[in-house]
């Protein structure tokens, strides 16, 4: 690995932790200034709102821009942003109305970072498929070990010390990762395209997505497992407390499990792509979500539920392994930010369809049906996309890729 990816994987590792922070306080900030659930969800909605606004304009921007610029801009600025709450917080002058616009301006700059980093990483490596893999299997494993397990405690422990701590905490994160960042090697960007309006280049690099099966096949994935997920998670909650009889404590044990095996499956990624193919093991990660879901959703005690939710996790580490790193071998450098928003995007916007299809079978039927009907949506689609996403297409698709390999992706191949 060069050694700029480890100045880029420390960056986004104590980014992660920041994040881990805020994402735990900023709801329990809230709730000292409202107990209104919909004011809460406001909150949590605000940080959502960019990917599904401006979603692919942002990816088309990181494609005109300076990709180490937009990240360490980006970092940069959010590093500035929370300063504007903690502030606030000392004042005693915090709102709900403050806290959902500083939660759209982070997920404004979490969308540019994320999108500029996407489409960075596979410059630094020089668009080595196996380097691409174990890079993304360190910087999800770090992710989640950040965001999921050391940053949540640490926000609640912080908030007991002060509102503004968790703030400026997260402020720092983000300054410190800047301030690696702008030591990265600069890349040459890509190629310009002729002028076109900013519109039509964002629609071009939709289309991009659409009219070739295999991104479509790995930009299904996401979205349809969107929809299943959010569908289970608005109801495990209710399921755990009533069906499996586990208290807030226990509850906490089973997230664990389930972030646990996403750390195992983000580890163990490189090896099943190398053992399967990257295309069987996308389509054997799929099956194996499926399967965890209707084992959760037949789970007789918590420990089968726990069981269940760790091999779910680990599917779902795995694949967001596998799916980014082919996605980003494959694409043309002046196309990876809308091609990587566009499928970001796609998946934030089923996120809202999963979670009231949950809540409306949970409520019309059984508290398992939201379970057993997103174990279907899981298997329905490893079922579709198995095809879209099988090995000898991803062998063909990465030939065309390779220097010399082949034509220029950069004209959609509906039959590659």
């Known amino acids: ?99 959902a616009a500083v939660a759209f301006l982070l997920g404004l700059g979490g969308l540019f970072f994320d999108t500029a980093a996407t489409a960075f990483l596979p410059d630094l490596l020089n668009r080595d498929p196996a380097l691409l893999e174990r890079a993304n299997s360190r910087l999800r494993g770090a992710q989640t070990a950040m965001s999921g397990f050391a940053g949540p405690p640490a926000g609640s422990a912080l908030l007991a010390l002060g ?59 996401p979205a349809v497992g969107n929809v299943a997920f959010l569908a289970v ?39 099943i792509g190398r053992r399967l193919g990257t295309g069987t093991a996308l389509t054997c990660t799929a099956a194996a979500e499926g399967l965890a879901v209707l084992g959760l959703a037949a789970a007789a005690n918590p420990y089968a539920a726990g069981l269940a939710l760790a091999v779910c996790g680990a599917g779902m580490g795995a694949t967001m392994v596998l799916g980014p790193s082919l996605r980003q071998a494959i694409v043309p450098a002046h196309l990876i930010g809308r091609v990587a928003s566009t499928s970001r995007m796609l998946a934030m916007c089923a996120a809202p369809v999963g979670a009231f299809l949950g809540g409306w079978l949970a409520t019309g039927y059984d508290i398992r049906t939201p379970l057993y009907a997103a174990a279907g949506l899981l298997l329905a689609m490893t079922a579709v996309t198995a095809s879209m996403t099988g090995n000898r297409r991803v062998e063909a698709a990465l030939r065309a890729a390779a220097p010399g390999g082949g034509p220029d992706r950069a004209v959609p191949q509906e039959h590659a």
């Not at 586990?246 to 509850?251: H, N």
């Open 163 to 221: 509102r503004a701590v968790p703030l400026l905490a997260d402020a720092v994160s983000f300054l410190l990762s800047a301030l690696l960042v702008r030591t990265l090697p600069a890349m040459p960007r890509p190629v310009p395209e002729a002028r076109e309006s900013l519109l039509r280049q964002a629609r071009a690099g939709a289309a991009y997505v659409f009219r070739d099966r295999l991104l479509l096949g790995l930009a299904l994935r």
């Open 233 to 271: 998670e608005t109801v495990l909650a209710l399921f755990a407390h009533d069906r499996l009889g586990i208290d807030t404590y226990g509850f906490g044990l089973l997230l664990t499990a389930e972030a646990t095996g996403g750390l195992l499956g983000a580890g163990v990624a490189s090896w």
């Open 1 to 99: 690995m060069p050694a700029g990816f480890g100045r880029l994987w420390t960056a986004q590792t104590i980014s992660s932790l920041g994040d881990g922070v805020t994402h735990a306080a900023l709801p329990l900030i809230a709730l000292t200034l409202t107990r209104d659930p919909m004011a809460l969800a406001v909150v949590t909605a605000a940080g959502t709102l960019p990917w599904l606004l401006f979603g692919v304009l942002g990816g088309a921007l990181v494609d005109r821009w300076d990709r180490r610029r937009t990240m360490w801009v980006a970092d940069a600025a959010r590093a500035a942003l929370l300063a504007v709450p903690a502030a606030a917080a000392v004042l005693d002058v915090l709102s709900i109305p403050l806290l």
